[in-house]
């Protein structure tokens, strides 16, 4: 369940908000850090980003290879299926 954080800020007219400084603390936003955004219905989610497998969408155990996100156990099934080959 979303809780409203009693903060109002007005989108300018590039599109941009600020995000206070208490929240981007509070939840370890850095300056730089890439940021998502999710949409749920009539919501706009703002998540700091974590890499996603580009197999089976996982966010566990996810390393970079050739620019691309996989994870552990996807990587494992790849080994196996190389072995039987």
Do not use: T, W
Request: hydrophobic share 35%; net charge positive.
């Amino acid at each position: 369940m979303m809780k409203p954080a009693g903060v109002v800020r007005k989108v300018d007219q590039l599109g941009r908000i600020v995000l206070p400084k208490s929240l981007r603390k509070r939840y370890q936003m850095n300056e730089g850090d890439p940021v998502e955004i999710l949409v749920s219905g009539d919501h706009i989610i703002l998540e700091r980003y974590r890499p996603r497998c580009v197999f089976c969408s996982s966010m566990e155990q996810v390393s970079e290879f050739k620019e691309r996100h996989i994870c552990g156990e996807c990587l494992a099934e790849m080994g196996a299926m190389k072995q039987k080959a």
